[in-house]
T-cell receptor
Framework: KNQVEQSPQSLIILEGKNCTLQ??????????LRWYKQDTGRGPVSLTI?????NTKSNGRYTATLDADTKQSSLHITASQLSDSASYIC?????????????FGAGTQVVVTP | SAVISQKPSRDICQRGTSLTIQCQVD?????MFWYRQQPGQSLTLIAT?????????ESGFVIDKFPISRPNLTFSTLTVSNLSPEDSSIYLC????????????????FGPGTRLTVT
């Protein structure tokens, strides 16, 4: 069973609207949580990185939240643009995992329509 | 930040052949990794490419199937050998920037990926 679960699996939104993606994890001991954006045919690009002491972090129109107690995170996209169409991947790292051993979610596929 | 390029970007190969994927980084990096992303699934770590020594493979991946070279701090290759349709995936190179930093704040960059289709 994947220790990082994302919802919804896919999402269609109108350009200009907001949306929120969810990530629940069971991974422990927790070190940090990252959100990546992966455009079709491209590698993942980091949006935000949060440690357990951070509960919100923004990167332009992207805002990530983290509740380390409930092991939940969300990624909020404000005023969506066509270029936001991509897969958004939640990634969790533990303090015991070796370098590169990241726990990846399956991703949420976001499609922004005109 | 590290800029990563991969060659080829995509390829279609016949069953039983091999494909070698190249990864080039624009700066010297200590940690370099190879991942596989099967259709509709999340990324899975194949191995850590160690400069000057053998790669370290994750459970389920073996050197005979996925030989890796790392001749210097900016370049690595991954070969997928004896191809079968199950090897059809995207293969991504990834690097960690400045691992000497506090563990929780390091940045990890990914290459654009190589899309492999085995017929």
């Amino acid at each position: 069973k994947n220790q990082v679960e994302q919802s919804p699996q896919s999402l269609i939104i109108l350009e200009g609207k907001n949306c929120t993606l969810q990530c629940n994890y069971t991974v422990s001991p927790f070190s940090n949580l990252r959100w990546y954006k992966q455009d079709t045919g491209r590698g993942p690009v980091s949006l935000t990185i949060m440690t357990f002491s951070e509960n919100t972090k923004s990167n332009g129109r992207y805002t990530a939240t983290l509740d380390a107690d409930t092991k939940q995170s969300s990624l909020h996209i404000t005023a969506s643009q066509l270029s936001d169409s991509a897969s958004y991947i939640c990634v969790v790292t533990t303090t015991t995992d070796s370098w590169g051993k990241l726990q990846f979610g399956a991703g949420t596929q976001v499609v922004v329509t005109p | 930040s590290a800029v990563i390029s991969q060659k080829p970007s995509r390829d279609i190969c016949q069953r039983g052949t091999s494909l070698t994927i190249q990864c080039q980084v624009d700066s010297q990096v200590t940690m370099m990794f190879w991942y596989r992303q099967q259709p509709g699934q999340s990324l899975t770590l194949i191995a850590t490419a160690n400069q000057g020594s053998e790669a370290t493979y994750e459970s389920g991946f073996v050197i005979d199937k996925f030989p890796i070279s790392r001749p210097n701090l900016t370049f690595s290759t991954l070969t997928v050998s004896n191809l079968s349709p199950e090897d059809s995936s995207i293969y991504l190179c990834s690097v960690v920037d400045y691992p000497g930093q506090v563990f929780s704040s390091y940045e990890q960059y990914f290459g654009p990926g190589t899309r492999l289709t085995v017929t």
